[in-house]
């Protein structure tokens, strides 16, 4: 599909010292715990009974992920994430990954919000305040951050959001796909200031950002790029609605490349 503008321009523009690639993630519309579970566990839902929550039953005490692994090589890691810490059962299941410290809602009292939730401008905020803020200048962090400005639903309009993106060559009108679209360039604009404020930092730093699902929108949107119903959609065309961009990024040098297809289990990996 075509739109009135790029809707990720700052993420298109990104090469040097960039890894960029298509992420295949195991859920579709919501569940973004079972997508956080395949990157810091390493495991794949595809062993897990259909339909399970793996933060409910896969993550008890002690166990092995991203963040032992950081942990080994004197990390000190931190989950952050701007809603109730009770959320697919995060508070538990990150004290049981090794997380030193989580950082949930009540970290973003009086933040800047888009729609109503604290917006990816005023999370990112967060991140470059709690660094330079680091007790030991030496410490070394490692940050878990998952976002919640562009959250579904998306069939509302908001007084404190405004509508940038228009799909333009599609027969039917969309107005889900149009916000959710305005919302990703919103998270464009959000990660160029990071990057930006990474740039300038002597410190080496890496950041990867990736999308744990594609959005629950307008059916309809889907049938047409796809030119068929959703019960008909081809298995490589089903594919499609579980694959959603990466992208590594380096204040110093690090080889450029582009994956056509990784899943999400292996993206820590090779982080």
């Given amino acids: 599909f075509t739109t009135n503008i790029d809707y990720l321009p700052f993420l298109h523009s990104l090469t040097e010292n960039t890894v960029k690639g298509k992420l295949c993630m195991p859920v579709f519309g919501a569940m973004t715990s079972n997508s956080e579970f395949e990157f810091l566990i390493g495991d794949s839902m595809y062993l897990m009974p259909r339909g399970s929550v793996a933060y409910q039953f896969y993550v008890n005490p002690g166990v092995r992920s991203m963040v032992s692994t950081v942990r080994d090589q004197g990390y000190i890691p931190v989950a952050m994430h701007p809603y109730p810490a009770e959320n ?67 069939a ?19 107005p889900k796909a149009n916000r959710y679209l305005s919302l990703v360039k919103r998270s464009d604009e959000a990660f160029q200031e990071l990057v930006d404020y990474f740039s300038n930092v002597s410190e080496p730093t890496i950041i990867c950002m990736f999308g744990d699902h594609l959005p629950s929108i307008e059916d309809g949107f889907y049938e047409e790029l796809f030119g068929t119903s959703l019960d008909q959609l081809t298995t490589e065309q089903q594919q499609l609605r579980y694959t959603t961009p990466f992208v590594i990024w380096a204040n110093y040098d690090i080889p450029e490349a582009t994956l056509n297809q990784l899943s999400a289990n292996y993206l820590s990996t090779l982080v």
């Fill in 88 to 154: 697919w059962n995060r508070r538990i299941c990150y004290n049981n990954m090794g997380f030193s410290d989580f950082m949930d809602i009540s970290a973003y009292e009086g933040r800047d919000e888009l729609r109503n939730y604290i917006s990816d401008l005023s999370d990112f905020k967060v991140i470059t305040e709690y660094i330079e803020q680091k007790a030991n200048p030496d410490d070394k962090l490692f940050l878990f951050n998952v976002t919640m400005q562009n959250h579904g639903g998306y």
């Fill in 156 to 174: 509302m309009s908001y007084t404190n959001f405004s509508q940038e993106i228009y799909v333009t060559n599609m027969n039917g009108i969309y």
